[in-house]
């Protein structure tokens, strides 16, 4: 690799982003070497941070003219390494791309730029009674291009489904350095042919990088309650968020903290929740006000039937808020109560979250590790933080074999090895656990027909030998997430 | 001995009907493997879609793939193979007081793998959304033989490529669906209907779906019966303060609502269903929500999803070859054909221009079938 300072190459791509926005000086480029995963950091040789289609395109054209390897980049908080640079490659970020290009009230689209935050979408929306659905817990901080890479969720896509369901079209520089739009265009219910903005959707930066999306966007609900439930343990949540789930109640949320988790969140954002409960459940509910108010009260029933302690509702908007801030800001909370911790993320069967919490307890009893969880209950989508110190020798090991270990519990009971955060650079390696040679071997049929040489973000989501010997990180907070501002999961 | 259908107006030369999926996957590779051209065909009730194929050798017929692989009503997921009926779906999720909001014409007959290539859809996706939404993983058999999965049985999953996304609405091109597997809803307590004596276009509709006291769970345009079915779905006492806040409405705005009762309904969707499954021309108006409501209705039977989120379809039938002529070449890419005379192929393309992103759709179907057997040249573009 050629010194930094004098790659041939850093002027060609400064003539097209400008001379600002082409960055190669070792210092700088250190603020690019990693993503939300920061157990894995890659310096890459050079980032550009182009503003127009026209100069992403022009940026990718020059990188696959020399064969450079291409990793999209949003806000950096993605937890499965999926922006983590490749050597000698490039980085493309999308930070300057920020600008609301339509809103389009009466269709309900809205055509961004990928750079443009996800919670602006709806701060932009909301003097006309509008908003934009999925809501990563990053959502402060992550993009909308990200969130279209990742197809992120979040606790309200119980109700309303995830990004896929809701980014409809958009437009793609390929490998190629060539433009096309897909997906739905104005005018049409689906596009015509392949949907290949709902494959695009979630494929992590293997198939090219998006210049514009137009999302949909969904009018406010009249009402919205919010209940705050605590129970003796997570078996009788787990059955409380079975029975909610099983008797026809949509929620619009339900996400489930147990003790460790209450502990650390209450630590840290100074809530007022119980600590001498083994488990809390926050659920919302949305929708036409009588239903509303029908629906909060039958899950109540169901949750004290399943052996509720205490039931709660926030007295205002301002408690109701905390109480979400609370559980955003729970991955952060847990440094706590524990000097390290590995964040798993997975998903099971909803029916089964009591007996799989329980299997998950055994494996930390069994490797002497604590567990904390605090997840997406309605949707099954699990988030174990496994706790440990590094300083104790072979603890941290033990932990990553713990996580590891929590993922073939998922599958084994039928789940997947992730549910939001991605396969990225973390999970490769579990991808080949949950899907034949023959699926992954499809999946590669789709990414050739985008990308033949593989360009685009290489050693991510397909298990490789070289990538399976590799280790997986650790996970340090962003200081805005132990502030509540913004989290993750 | 089953009949062998004709597919868009080409006459196979045999039907092989698999008893499993194992043989589904045995039967394409030695297909695929003796270059004999094929099609998968389901119940049959969209033969007519699309263009002819370029030629198909064998019809595989996936009727006799027809049981449930696995449902969990607690879990509101249920895993069924590609041949079982709409109509027999409906029936096992009954049991359980739940429901599949895939809407075709002909729920006895239609398979829930034709609804997937097809892309099935009808006035429920206002608030289910569409196949896209509802389905969370796919097995198919590619058009070499070889079995793939994508997705899977949790209703939340990201691990992997969406390929059950990319099998939606793909027509049999990149291979036969042999099962799938779906996030099922409860029926809700109470399902109330009415019909509202206005136009799409009138302020009053507008006003309805500014509302946030209605939600309704579908949105329907009937002209024959002069106004727009609203259905609202929900808790009793939800649904009754729904209506009566709509009568409130349409009483200000001067507006006629007429309850419709079950025989009502039922009438309605046997209207719905000819006009979807009969008529020698039939084609599908996408375009988006106010397009929808502002488009003058052909002088043909039309039935009009005119919902959110974005879409609005008419689906239309019977018409003569020149007012057809006429729209066709007017239609920009927004009408689909689903029906047309043999003696219209060849002329009309089915599908119109293919979209600015074909070039990609060329190279999928390039990497999943390259010998260019599997239902060849019967989607957009002559895929």
Known sequence: MPTLAADPLHDRFAAIVGARNAVSAASELRTYECDGLLGYRIRPRIVVLPATTEEVAACVQLASEHGLPIVPRGAGTGLSGGSLPVEGGIVIGTSRMTRILEVDLPNRRMRVQPGVINLDISKHLAPHGYYYAPDPSSQSVCTIGGNVAENSGGAHCLKYGFTVNHALAARVVLSDGSVLDIGARDGEADARGYDLMGVFVGSEGLLGIVTEVVVRILRKPQATRTIFGTFPSTDEAGAAVSAIISSGIVPAAIEMCDQLAIEAIVAATGVDWPLDVGAALLMDVDGVSVEVEHTADAAIALMRAAGAIEIRAPRDDAERLLMWKGRKAAFAAMGRISPNYHVQDGVIPRKDIAAVLREIAQLGRDAGLRIANVFHAGDGNLHPLVLYDQRVPGEEAKAEAVAGDILRVCLKYGGSVTGEHGVGRDKACYLGEQFSADDLDTMKLVRSAFDPQGIFNPDKVFPTPHLCGDRPGLYVPHPAELTGEAGRG | ?383
Not at chain 2, 12 to 25: F, G, K, M, N, Q
Not at chain 2, 229 to 237: C, D, I, S
Request: hydrophobic share 45%.
């Open chain 2, 1 to 383: 001995m089953i009949e062998t259908p004709s597919i868009a107006g080409v006459m196979p030369e045999r039907t092989l009907v698999p008893a499993d999926r194992r043989e589904l996957a045995a039967i394409v590779r030695d297909l695929y493997a003796a270059g004999k051209t094929f099609a998968f065909v389901g119940g049959g009730t969209e033969l007519d879609l699309g263009n002819a194929p370029r030629a198909i050798d064998t019809v595989v017929r996936t009727t006799a793939l027809d049981r449930v692989i696995d449902y969990s009503p607690e879990d509101q997921t249920i895993t069924v193979e590609a041949g079982m009926r709409i109509a027999a779906l409906d029936a096992v999720l009954a049991q359980h007081d739940q429901l599949l909001p895939i809407d075709t014409g002909d729920r006895q007959n239609a398979t829930i793998g034709g609804a997937i290539a097809t892309n099935a859809f009808g006035a429920r996706r206002h608030r289910y959304g569409s196949i896209k939404d509802l389905i969370v993983g796919i097995e198919f058999v590619r058009p070499d033989g070889v079995t793939a999965h994508g997705g899977g049985k949790v209703v939340k999953n990201v691990a992997g490529f969406d390929l059950p996304k990319l099998m939606v609405g793909s027509l049999g091109t990149l291979g036969g669906i042999a099962s799938a597997t779906f996030r099922v809803f409860p029926k809700p307590a109470d399902t109330r209907a009415v019909l509202v004596r206005t136009s799409p276009a009138s302020a009053f509709f507008d006003a309805c779906m500014q509302d946030r006291s209605l939600e309704p769970s579908a949105v329907a345009h009937h002209p024959a019966q002069g106004g727009i079915v609203l259905t609202f779905a929900g808790l009793e006492a939800s649904v009754e303060q729904q209506l009566a806040h709509l009568a409130t409405l349409a009483t200000t705005h001067a507006i006629t609502v007429a309850a419709l009762d079950r025989r009502a309904l039922e009438m309605l969707a046997a209207a719905e269903s000819a006009i979807r499954c009969s008529g020698a021309w039939r084609w599908t108006v996408s375009t988006n929500p106010v397009g929808a409501r502002a488009t003058v209705a052909p002088p043909v039977a039309t039935t009009a999803e005119i919902g959110y989120p974005t879409f609005g379809v008419t689906l239309a039938s019977a018409g003569d070859d020149v007012s057809i002529d006429a729209l066709a070449a007017t239609r920009g890419g927004a009408i689909v054909f689903r029906a047309m005379p043999q003696r219209a192929r060849g002329r009309i393309d089915a599908w119109g221009e293919p979209p600015p992103s074909f070039p990609l759709m060329r190279a999928l179907k390039a990497n999943f079938d390259p010998k260019g057997l599997c239902n060849p040249g019967r989607f957009v573009g002559g895929l």
